[in-house]
């Protein structure tokens, strides 16, 4: 496989463009053709998880950080659906491949490794933005929230679409079977988003728990969201960015790495 890599790399140039834009393109026209499993279904959740906590807590809930309950809550509804689907989009289409025994056809052509990375990345990314945009189009609509820095917002959804995007594709090469890939998803991925300031400011933990959540790169994602949406911080955004990035390129390296070797991915 490697002479034939190199042999891809003398014909397609230093980067095979054409098969990056396949793969990329492939992984974004894979969740379009069920939109509405893949961005309909996030967006009545969010929307469900907003009703839901403004009935039971909104009420009798005092503001937080000196903002309403569900102004507070929303940039981490936000977020937290985002890394939900980038992570649901690379992992689903890996551990499909690989139960369908089709794999083959992404590890056979000349794409390099790095390629492979961008290409799937790629799909978790662009299906983060748009679920993003949607749900911000609906808080702008339903509860007038409008971004205050909205370049800083799309930075960190870009981000957490990448970052969710390379642990879905390392969980996705380490499963071989369904029930892994669900099992990684309840005990790993939803207690990351849950646990990590969504619902509540993490000054009002206790201080071990404050010390665990501030080594959750997804924490420092939910927290530069809602400061790029409404202004406000549990900490600093600009640290919480170099974490995240830091975060994503140790991820994306291992699951580079897998890629390169072609770990649990070979039969």
Sequence with gaps: MQDFMELGERRFGRVNWLGLYTLASREIRRF?????QTLLAPLVTAGLFLLIFNIAIGPRRGDVMGVEFLTFIAPGILMMTVIQNAFANVSSSVVISKVQGNIVDTLMPPLSASEM???????????????????????????????????????????????????????????????????????????????????????????????????????????????????????????????????????????????????????
């Design 117 to 267: 990375l961008l290409g799937y990345l790629a799909g978790g990314i662009v299906r983060g933005l748009i679920v993003a945009l949607a749900i911000a189009a609906a808080l702008a609509l339903v509860l007038g929230i409008v971004p205050a820095h909205p370049l800083v917002a799309l930075a960190f959804v870009a981000l957490g679409g990448a970052f969710m995007g390379a642990v879905g594709l390392v969980a996705g090469i380490f499963a071989d079977k369904f029930d892994q890939m669900a099992a990684i998803t309840n005990f790993i991925v939803t207690p990351l988003a849950f646990l990590s300031g969504t619902f509540y400011s993490v000054e009002a933990l206790p201080p071990v728990l404050y010390r665990i959540t501030h080594v959750n790169p997804v924490f420092y994602l939910i927290d530069g969201t809602r400061w790029g949406v409404i202004g406000i911080s549990d900490s600093s955004p600009l640290l919480g960015f170099v974490i995240c990035v830091g975060a994503t390129l140790a991820v994306s390296l291992l699951g580079w790495w897998m890629l390169h070797w072609g770990y649990r991915l070979k039969a």
């Design 32 to 36: 379009l053709a069920v939109w509405t």
